[in-house]
């Protein structure tokens, strides 16, 4: 189990820069030793300058290194060590694999890959996202084949929440709406590589048109990230047999984390949406 400082900085992570990155990746690699270690010693581990690690431990919320060191010893202090199997991050099927292994691995690489969601995804551009969606005429959701699935969760889970969203199976419908979209609007791609042709040339209507864009993908330098106004990457990392499996546990948590923003932006006006639309469905519930 990851200690509660870990998680802290994982956190925050994706809003450093990249030698304030540097030093969290060393802090996180040597938690143990942070309590006794000096700035400049620990500045020099890093190979960074000191003004980089004080700055690293204000991103985190801390006033200085003596307020991080002691957070990092309470939190030292309530972990427990768990003998765990070790991750088998992005492993490969093999014909020697034993049946009985296969939920271990499959959750196990699943939780990894949830880990990295929280490092790589910018508070910054998460609170932008939610903005967007919550001032959004229109919502428009992009997919194919796989991504589907996300779509459909989250458009389903915007109705819910009362907004005008839409979301079309048909590539050429996806195309055609997005061309007339206007700047008060929407458009959120899904693609786990980044560069399924006719998810991206829906982003690039839709760009083109004026509308926010909103790219949820598993690599930065994705294709579709030259059409994104907001870009969230769940990983970096290539996954077991790329998005046939690992990409929707990621890109589900993702969904339910706007999902979650969204009513936490405003709550008394969603849970209300959510009441009538529970409402609505009622007489679709099972009754013998």
Sequence with gaps: MKNKMIL??????ADM??????????VMEHMEMIPDISLG??????????PTVLRMVKALGYQGLRDFRNEVISA?????????????????????????????KVVTTTSKILEENLKNISIRTYE???????????????????????????LTKLLYLGFSCRHMDDTYHQRIAASNLTSEDVAIGISYSGCSEDTVKAMKSAKKSGATTIAVTNFKDAV????????????????FYGDAIFSRASQIVLVDMIYMGLITSDYDRYAKCL???AKVIKDKAYQE
């Design 275 to 277: 009441d009538k639309s």
């Design 17 to 26: 820069r990249a030698s304030e990155q540097k030093a969290a990746d060393y």
């Design 76 to 104: 030292l202090a309530v972990t427990k060590e768990e003998h765990q199997s070790p991750v088998l991050y992005g492993y490969s099927l093999n014909k020697e694999d034993k049946l009985e292994d296969i939920p271990r």
């Design 41 to 50: 010693k620990l500045a020099s581990e890093c190979k960074v300058s000191e």
């Design 224 to 239: 579709i990230s030259k059409y994104a106004d907001l870009l969230i990457c769940t990983s970096q990392n290539q996954q």
């Design 8 to 13: 802290q900085i994982e956190e925050r992570y």
């Design 128 to 154: 932008k996202v939610i903005k967007a969606i919550k001032d959004a005429r229109m919502i428009d959701i992009y997919s194919v084949e796989n991504s589907n699935v996300i779509a459909k969760d989250l």
